[in-house]
């Protein structure tokens, strides 16, 4: 019995040494210590062993199951170490590659409109923004543009039903105003707004901020000197404004405002296709017709309002030549605006 436990022994340091895996020892251990294994055949034989030997004889059993069972975890350890070793070698993450990657920026369009709205913002102009979903009414009949009138022509409209639509204009904010406020009304409201029209100078969706004053004695110097002012520190200090009469619906007198050039200052350039100014927005005094639609007293308070689109602006300051571009989120695009 004494040669078969050494025999065992030497037969399970053979089976140890050409253990490779912490599977192949969990193997031997079910082999060797499991419950019906190899050492608890030894112990069912003691009672087969004469009764003076049977001490020793258990306590050789005994040394034997100890000495696998600390075999098996001292080998197990140094697999698990291994093992991990190799796992976390395979899953290595290279983290200088992550030098190569594309961070976001803050896309133009809405750094030209903070630029915009903090000038306004420090003579005074409170901030507000409406709904893309539009009335007809707020949209088109409080602005002075009846159902079938011809000036609709001016704006394709996206209809989501006979009474509801994309906003084509963020004027569409003015007679919510004026409802809701009431004199002294100070107010510029940016808003993405919707046309089915589409080429190289239109989006059929695109960026528009609204400027609406109403109060006593509001005129269209006002109106002048506060465009002048936030040209000459959006562009430069040359900057100059000039008025052209135009026809809006909800203004009267209304006016298309120029600038002059901010890359050739005036003299010509293909940006201003040689005239030296460059249209950018349209405006007027607020028609006492909408004044009245809104509840105000057009013999007591005028206004002046304003709409451009943000669009249009970011072409000329960075000289886009499509406004397409902004809308492609092609990065090498976007990048350069970085700083
Ligand atoms: N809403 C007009 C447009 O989109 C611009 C405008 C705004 C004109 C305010 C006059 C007054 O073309």
Redesign the pocket.
Known sequence: MKQQIENIKQEFAQELQNATSVANLQELRVKYVGKSGVVTGLLRQIKDVAPQDRASVGNMINDLRKGVEVQLAETEEKFAQVELENKLKAEQIDISLLNGQQWGTRHPIDKVKDEIIDLFKGIGFEVCEGPELETDYYNFQALNIPLEHPSRD??DTFYINDNILLR????AM?ARLMEKKGPPIKMLCPGK?FRADSDASHSPVFH?I???VVDTDITLRDLKGTLEYVAQRLFDEQTQVRFRPSY?P??EP?VEVDLTCCNCHGKGCSLCKGTGWIEV????MVNPFVLENCGIDSNKYTGY?????IERMAMIKYGIPDIRLFFENDIRFLKQFKK
Do not use: I, K
């Not at 309002?305 to 689109?309: I, L, Q, V, Y």
């Open positions: 001016m704006q084509t204009q963020t004027s003015q707004v528009q609204e400027g609406l809006f909800f203004t209304s927005l349209g405006a007027g309002a304003f709409g451009f689109g």
